[in-house]
């Protein structure tokens, strides 16, 4: 009876040490990871607990003490009118850059994969503009912004159309910061979509010749459009996350002007906590604009997935 009962004895030892095992592995997996996880909370969890709870206070900047105040700076926001131009400032900025963004940011690598020479140096060419210093790229475009020595109105007058003076004019200066915003975000877009373009299988488009997809727009529509959704997503979401963070450009060519019609959150963010030292107001904008960005990435992110093929 004793030889009969070993073989479940060993059946009971195998099930424990594969448990200690596991636990094992376990405790090393959190030893390892700890102070990584320990960083993320202090760095960035940290960070905005802080700001969430200075947001219900009335402190400003300098003061020795901090008094709570509730929902104040929140009440304050909803009734400043200049808030909501903000915020129709700031969807209008992303609304005018993100598709465009994306869409020649497409167009560029399609049209880079498409050729046979020179793929490095369009590649390089396009992607200049995210590397570069967005500050010293904003003089030059404030030059060729110029009402009467810019390049753009130069153009324009040469081929008899109306000239204005774009970043002093409170219908256009939006949008002329929208157009240094699309310079700049172009070239992560293309290089973004090669690297999605690199990644569809040539089957796909041989087996699409075959069903008779013989055309590029076919070939495209059937194949290309379908494969890119992964990258299509994550450019969008990239793209509309860096338009909502404008700043650099409005602040050294506009200032928020003329009659605020370039004010943007993350600008307002900076006035209100740096120039007017009201940190509790600047820490409630920061809330909701962290909230705004959040509830339109995850909408975006649910909309997209259902029409997003992974390969």
């Known amino acids: 009876m004793s030889d009969l009962a070993l073989p479940h004895a060993a059946g009971r030892v195998v099930p424990r040490r594969r448990a200690a095992g596991a636990t094992a592995e376990q405790l090393a997996a959190w030893v390892l990871a700890g102070p990584a996880v320990m960083l993320i909370w202090v760095m960035l969890l940290g960070p905005t607990v802080a700001v969430l709870v200075l947001s219900f206070t009335d402190w400003t900047f300098g003061m020795p003490e901090i008094g709570w105040a509730g929902l104040d700076n929140y009440r304050e926001m909803a009734a400043d009118p200049v808030f909501w131009q903000t915020l129709r400032n700031t969807l209008l900025y992303v609304a005018f850059v993100v598709p465009l963004s994306v869409f020649l940011g497409l167009g560029a690598a399609i049209l880079i994969e498409a050729g046979t020479s020179l793929r490095g140096f369009y590649r390089a060419a396009f992607f200049l503009p995210v590397v570069s210093t967005l500050l010293a790229m904003a003089l030059v475009f404030q030059f060729a912004f110029h009402p009467t020595v810019g390049a753009i109105n130069l153009t324009l007058a040469f081929l008899r159309l109306p000239t204005t003076d774009w970043l002093k004019n409170g219908n256009t200066a939006l949008f002329a910061l929208g157009v240094i915003g699309i310079w700049q975000a172009i070239g992560l877009s293309m290089v973004l979509f090669v690297a999605g373009l690199k990644a569809i299988p040539k089957d796909l488009y041989e087996a699409a010749a075959v ?34 963070q404008v700043f650099d450009t409005v602040q050294v060519l506009t200032d928020g002007g003329p009659n605020k019609s370039t004010n943007v959150l993350l600008f307002q963010m900076y006035q209100e906590g740096f120039s007017f030292l009201r940190s509790a107001y600047a820490a409630a904008l920061t809330v909701v604009f962290l909230g705004f960005v959040l509830l339109v990435t995850v909408i975006q992110v649910k909309l997209q997935e259902r029409h997003t093929h992974y390969g």
Do not use: C, K, N
Not at 211 to 217: E, K, Q, R, S, V
Not at 230 to 241: D, E, G, R, W, Y
């Open 211 to 244: 069903d008779g997809a013989d055309g590029a727009f076919e070939r495209f529509r059937r194949v290309t459009w379908p494969m890119l959704g992964p990258a299509t997503l994550f450019v969008v979401t990239i793209t509309a996350i860096r338009a909502f």
